[in-house]
Structures are given as C-alpha cells and as structure tokens.
C-alpha cells in the first residue's frame, strides 16, 4: 500500500505542477511596493491562481490550500515581518528586548517601545493581503469550477472562508479599520477604502459562519476528503470545529457574550476528539488539545517558536534571532506553585544574570524527527473564552469553574504537594474579569498576540502601557494601540487613510 502523501510532500508538489503549468505562484501574491501599485491593487488578471487548469483537478485545487497553509507557516506565525506572536509579544509587556534601546536589532526597537510610524513600521500588510488575495483567487476559481469532486468543493471553499476570517482578524485587531478586500476583480481593488472595525467583523462572522456549514467535522487527510479511519490524525486541515473556535474568540472580542459561550461550548462539549493534555504534551503534534495546527515547512527544523524564543547557552544574541526574553512582568504573574512556569518556562544564567524565555516549543535541533507543530487554536483558550462570556453575562460562579478547570491542569497534583488556590465562585464581576485577564496572561503568554489584543479590547492597555513602556524607553500614547501603515502604501493608494496619532 502506498504511503498516505504527507501534507508538506503535497505542496512540493503543487509547485510543481504550477512551473508546469506555466504559472507562477509567486506572481499572483499582492506586493505594494512594486512600481506604483496602490494597496490593496492587484494586477491583471493573468497573474491570477484561476489561469490554467488548477481547479480542473481535486489533487490540483487541493494542493492550492495546503499551498495557503505554507505561506501562513512562513508568515503569520513564522519569525519574520508578519509574525503575530512576536511582533505584538514586543509591543506588549511580555518580551523585554535585549539591549533595549540601544539593541543592535534595529527594527525591532520601534515595536519595543511603542515609537512606531509611518517610516519604521515592518511591511507586513503585505503578506497578510497577499495571502487575502490568494484566499480569494482560491475562492472564485473553487466556485466557478464544475470539475471538482462536490464533497471536496464544499471543503475546501469552507477552508478558504475560514483562512479570509483568520487573516482579517488579525488585520482588523492591529490596524482597526482596514481596507476589506473580498474580489481579484482589479476595478473593485482600485477604488476601495478602509472599513469600520464593525464591518470588518461581521465579514470575519460571515466567513467563519460559512466555514462551519462547510468543513468536514473530522479531520482530513492531504487530499482533503478522507478522514482518519485509524492512527493518529493531522490536525492541520481546518475542521467546522477551528471555525467554530475561532467564532466563539470572535464573538467575545464582539462583546457577544452569548454567542461566544454557545461557541465555545459546543468545542468543549466535543470529548471524543479534544481533551486538555497533560502541560508537556500541549504543544505537541496533533495531541488532542490543538484544534489547528501548522506543519513546520523549513526543512531539518520543527517549529518557528522555538527557533526564536529558545535561547542558547550563551543568553539572548545581539544579532539575528533570539534577540529578546520573558520580561520580569511575564515572570512575576506567575504564582509560586504554578506548573506553567515550570514546564513552559526556561531559563540561562550568563554572566550572574537570569534569562527566562518562552519553552512551549522546545525542539530546536536541526535534522530530528519533527514531534512539534504550531499550535493555533486548542482548547484551553475555548475554556477562558467560556469563563470570560460566562461572567461578563453574570454567571459568575460558572465562569470561575471554568478557570478553575484552567488552573487545576496546571497545578501540581502529587500527593502532598501545595496546589494553585482554587479561586472563589463569589467574587465580584469585577476581580472574576480580573481573574480572567491573569489565567489568559499565563496560559496563552507568547502566543499568536493574546496579551497585546486582551489588554487593548479589556481596557487596560493605558494603565499597564503607560509605565511598562517608560521602562522600556519609550513614551506611552493610547493612539499607539493600534499600528501605522506603512508609507509607500499610503503614498501609492491616496485612498488609504493613515490611523490617528501617527
């Protein structure tokens, strides 16, 4: 029997196929500086994923979202211009810089101390609307085409809403109010303007809505239309239940506390495939916790996250990665008998001093069986999403249990040893939300932007902002709560208008 292809093999592939196809990949992703082109301007038509024979063929048209998922790999979560878990991780009060100010690692400086504008702000826009366009080729070329297999139409344009919400998500949580491209049509790109938050929402709910009536509700193989009938399953095809998560953090975000509770309680109702992992296994791949994961695509390596955050015997590196640390706000949250900071937390001494940094991933080694993939969503962010909608709706008692099940997993329970405090199903809405902000600071620290959008939408960025940036170097600003565009975007696209402040 031949081997089941493997997710990264099948992308191989479709570069392959493309070059042979004549048509080039690379082409049709928007980048703004090229030339004159405005911001969210795409070139003609022929630069299209639709040319071609691509959606002709379910191996084809599959292999063009597994595609989708290597450039989601390398980007948003990778450790480039685009990544969403360092980038706000520095904006932050989760990452101290080394050398602060005065770091060698220049482009990073602007983010550490909130001193961003127009002319130091990274350009990463430009992969996150360059996957847009991608989605929405994938989109039209899926819907027009009568060649596919229905059961694998329906799933991969499911897959497709589902990848439009998650990047606008995170446009619309750095920037506000964004441009809302839904069309390659070139006449529509030309003209549009920026979109309300409000509006950019209701899209995300729209897409992932129609994602859930869409996905399989199984995990599904690289061809995208067998399920796992045995052995372990790659959780790297979105399934109706990423959508469904990703739904019920939207809906909290929406202050739509009632539907991000129905959400995020039917994932945490779904037993049979996810369960919370012991804290060693969490990060592992495809352990029952991940909803969605991503496969490392840079060869010999496992994850990203632990390329950038795991630091070397001699401390943080003035040049290259590795350039920054936990800071001592991240470290001190921490309580005394908490198994996260323990076994998702390391540290180095160098010189008398004590480096912590992140150790979710832990696999840096070049060349080993991959045992990691990025988790994106799992289920412990479905429990606090819960326990946060559940109390801002005045069930506050449930909503306690909820982090109580939270920090029960990450206490100690040896005979004898001293367990994390079970906190109180009477106390006041006010410190329950409080309680919320602190269990979300120490589970989901370093990942995928948590803190920096959980002290911004929970209204406590000023407060925290104002001295944790001072301390950095910087002055604070409540306009720094969301990020600048970047200059030539502005100067290509009169239509663009620069956020306040910068």
């Given at each position: 029997m031949k081997k089941q292809l493997s997710h990264v093999k099948f992308n191989l592939v479709l570069k392959v196929i493309f070059k042979k196809n004549n048509i080039l990949y690379a082409a049709l992703l928007f980048i703004p500086l090229i030339g004159c082109k405005k911001f969210?301007?795409?070139?003609?038509p022929v630069t299209s994923i639709n040319s071609g024979n691509v959606y002709q063929t379910?191996?084809?048209a599959a292999a063009v979202l597994t595609g989708i998922y290597t450039d989601l790999s390398e980007g948003l979560s990778g450790s480039g211009l685009a990544s969403m878990t360092l980038l706000p991780a520095l904006s932050s009060d989760?990452?101290?810089?080394f050398g602060g100010v005065t770091s060698s690692a220049k482009l990073y400086i602007p983010y550490y101390t909130n001193s961003l504008n127009s002319s130091n702000v990274l350009r990463h826009t430009a992969p996150i609307y360059s996957t847009i366009y991608t989605i929405n080729s994938a989109i039209e070329g899926i819907t027009g085409s009568n060649k596919l297999t229905p059961i694998l139409k329906q799933q991969l344009l499911g897959e497709a809403k589902f990848m439009r919400g998650f990047c606008y998500f995170y446009m619309t949580e750095l920037y506000g109010d964004v441009p809302l491209v839904l069309t390659t049509n070139y006449k529509i790109n030309s003209v549009i303007t920026k979109s309300s938050k409000n509006v950019v929402y209701a899209q995300i709910i729209t897409d992932l809505k129609d994602a859930q009536n869409l996905l399989s509700d199984q995990y599904l193989k690289a061809d995208a239309m067998a399920a796992y009938t045995s052995g372990v399953e790659e959780r790297v095809r979105p399934t109706k239940w990423a959508a469904t998560a990703l739904l019920a953090r939207v809906y909290l975000y929406d202050k739509k506390?009632?539907?991000?509770?129905?959400?995020?309680?039917?994932?945490i109702n779904n037993s049979s495939l996810f369960q919370l992992t012991d804290l060693a296994n969490t990060f592992l791949k495809n352990n029952k916790e991940s909803i969605w994961q991503l496969q490392p695509v840079t060869k010999g390596y496992n994850t990203e996250a632990a390329r950038l955050f795991v630091l070397p015997s001699s401390g943080p590196t003035a040049v290259g990665n590795r350039n920054f640390y936990l800071s001592k706000y991240l470290i001190d949250s921490f309580e005394s008998n908490d198994l996260r900071a323990k076994l998702w937390v390391n540290s180095i001494a160098v010189k008398g001093t004590t480096y912590y940094y992140s150790f979710k991933y832990k696999v840096i080694a070049q060349n080993v069986e991959v045992s990691e993939y990025t988790v994106v969503l799992r289920l412990a962010e479905q429990y606090l999403i819960r326990a946060e909608a559940r109390i801002q709706n005045g069930n506050i008692g449930n909503g306690i249990?909820?982090?109580?099940?939270?920090?029960?997993r990450a206490s100690d329970q040896n005979p004898g040893a001293i367990q994390l405090i079970q906190l109180s199903t009477t106390l006041n809405k006010g410190d329950a939300l409080k309680a919320v902000l602190h269990e979300r600071q120490v589970e989901l620290f370093i990942e995928w932007g948590h803190r920096w959008f959980?002290?911004?939408?929970?209204g406590y960025a000023n407060g925290v902002m104002d001295v944790v940036t001072k301390e950095k170097g910087g002055t604070w600003n409540t306009n720094w709560q969301l990020y600048p565009f970047y200059i030539d975007e502005l100067r290509y696209d009169p239509n663009l208008v620069q956020n306040s402040g910068y």
């Amino acid at each position: 029997m031949k081997k089941q292809l493997s997710h990264v093999k099948f992308n191989l592939v479709l570069k392959v196929i493309f070059k042979k196809n004549n048509i080039l990949y690379a082409a049709l992703l928007f980048i703004p500086l090229i030339g004159c082109k405005k911001f969210v301007e795409i070139g003609a038509p022929v630069t299209s994923i639709n040319s071609g024979n691509v959606y002709q063929t379910d191996f084809t048209a599959a292999a063009v979202l597994t595609g989708i998922y290597t450039d989601l790999s390398e980007g948003l979560s990778g450790s480039g211009l685009a990544s969403m878990t360092l980038l706000p991780a520095l904006s932050s009060d989760e990452l101290t810089l080394f050398g602060g100010v005065t770091s060698s690692a220049k482009l990073y400086i602007p983010y550490y101390t909130n001193s961003l504008n127009s002319s130091n702000v990274l350009r990463h826009t430009a992969p996150i609307y360059s996957t847009i366009y991608t989605i929405n080729s994938a989109i039209e070329g899926i819907t027009g085409s009568n060649k596919l297999t229905p059961i694998l139409k329906q799933q991969l344009l499911g897959e497709a809403k589902f990848m439009r919400g998650f990047c606008y998500f995170y446009m619309t949580e750095l920037y506000g109010d964004v441009p809302l491209v839904l069309t390659t049509n070139y006449k529509i790109n030309s003209v549009i303007t920026k979109s309300s938050k409000n509006v950019v929402y209701a899209q995300i709910i729209t897409d992932l809505k129609d994602a859930q009536n869409l996905l399989s509700d199984q995990y599904l193989k690289a061809d995208a239309m067998a399920a796992y009938t045995s052995g372990v399953e790659e959780r790297v095809r979105p399934t109706k239940w990423a959508a469904t998560a990703l739904l019920a953090r939207v809906y909290l975000y929406d202050k739509k506390w009632s539907d991000a509770e129905r959400e995020s309680t039917s994932v945490i109702n779904n037993s049979s495939l996810f369960q919370l992992t012991d804290l060693a296994n969490t990060f592992l791949k495809n352990n029952k916790e991940s909803i969605w994961q991503l496969q490392p695509v840079t060869k010999g390596y496992n994850t990203e996250a632990a390329r950038l955050f795991v630091l070397p015997s001699s401390g943080p590196t003035a040049v290259g990665n590795r350039n920054f640390y936990l800071s001592k706000y991240l470290i001190d949250s921490f309580e005394s008998n908490d198994l996260r900071a323990k076994l998702w937390v390391n540290s180095i001494a160098v010189k008398g001093t004590t480096y912590y940094y992140s150790f979710k991933y832990k696999v840096i080694a070049q060349n080993v069986e991959v045992s990691e993939y990025t988790v994106v969503l799992r289920l412990a962010e479905q429990y606090l999403i819960r326990a946060e909608a559940r109390i801002q709706n005045g069930n506050i008692g449930n909503g306690i249990a909820d982090l109580n099940i939270i920090r029960n997993r990450a206490s100690d329970q040896n005979p004898g040893a001293i367990q994390l405090i079970q906190l109180s199903t009477t106390l006041n809405k006010g410190d329950a939300l409080k309680a919320v902000l602190h269990e979300r600071q120490v589970e989901l620290f370093i990942e995928w932007g948590h803190r920096w959008f959980d002290l911004k939408r929970m209204g406590y960025a000023n407060g925290v902002m104002d001295v944790v940036t001072k301390e950095k170097g910087g002055t604070w600003n409540t306009n720094w709560q969301l990020y600048p565009f970047y200059i030539d975007e502005l100067r290509y696209d009169p239509n663009l208008v620069q956020n306040s402040g910068y």
